[in-house]
């Protein structure tokens, strides 16, 4: 299937900066990027998604961008918060338009 | 709001046990999935069903089945449980591409 390769696998950063994480992709039929938060003991939830008819997304203090020729997309939060630390997985949609296939997954770790 | 449950949080089963893994949605989304999430692996698609009685096959399905009788309700079956195959498993429904997990099932095999 489509693979999905996701840096980095952690990332430590204080309070108030900015976090960027970056997947790339294979499947250059692939259409739909989704960005998941795992709080620890929890579901995955879907943050923000992206399709590839844009190239930028925002939602606050989080943000997708996706660069198509390239075949890679970005998760960016900007303020960053104690309750930010999670485990982020990017996702990208199978070219039967079914499945996500996942990244391995960022823990992200915000210290105040 | 979409709902989808797992039937049990955690569960210990001896090792040659069939294992039945239930999920339920309440969305009348077509598209259910069975993932598999491992520490350092992420979440690793086992079976998908796009319809009632429709299945395929993902990147793990080795040593599983599923069952979809019903199209709210995905089964996953281990045939013979192996100490390889604890692990966390999650089921997750799909509408647009988006999709929602189920609170997940930690499986330990003995």
């Known amino acids: 299937g489509e693979n999905v390769e996701q840096h980095p696998s952690t990332l430590s950063v204080q309070e108030g900066d900015s976090a960027v994480i970056k997947c790339t992709y294979s499947d250059s039929a692939s259409n739909y990027f989704p960005w998941y938060k795992q709080e620890l003991g929890k579901r995955p939830q879907l943050i923000i998604d992206?399709?590839?008819?844009?190239g930028e997304k925002k939602d606050q203090r989080i943000a997708v961008t996706l660069n198509k020729t390239a075949k890679h997309f970005s998760l960016h939060i900007t303020e960053t918060q104690p309750e930010d630390s999670a485990v982020y997985f990017c996702a990208a949609e199978e070219n039967s338009g079914y499945a996500l296939n996942f990244g391995k997954g960022t823990s992200l770790l915000v210290t105040p | 709001d979409v709902k989808v449950t797992q039937s049990s949080r955690y569960l210990v089963k001896r090792t040659g046990e069939k294992v039945f893994l239930e999920c339920v949605q309440d969305m009348d989304h077509e598209n259910m999935f069975w993932y598999r999430q491992d520490p350092g692996l992420g979440l690793r698609l086992i079976y998908f069903s796009y319809d009632v009685k429709m299945k395929e096959k993902g990147d793990i399905p080795e040593g599983y089945s599923v069952s979809r009788e019903k199209k709210e309700r995905f089964s996953l079956i281990l045939e013979s449980a192996s100490t390889n195959q604890t692990s966390m498993y999650l089921c997750a429904s799909s509408f647009g591409g988006r999709a929602f997990f189920g609170q997940g099932t930690r499986l330990t095999v003995v």
């Open positions: 992206i399709r590839s008819n844009v």
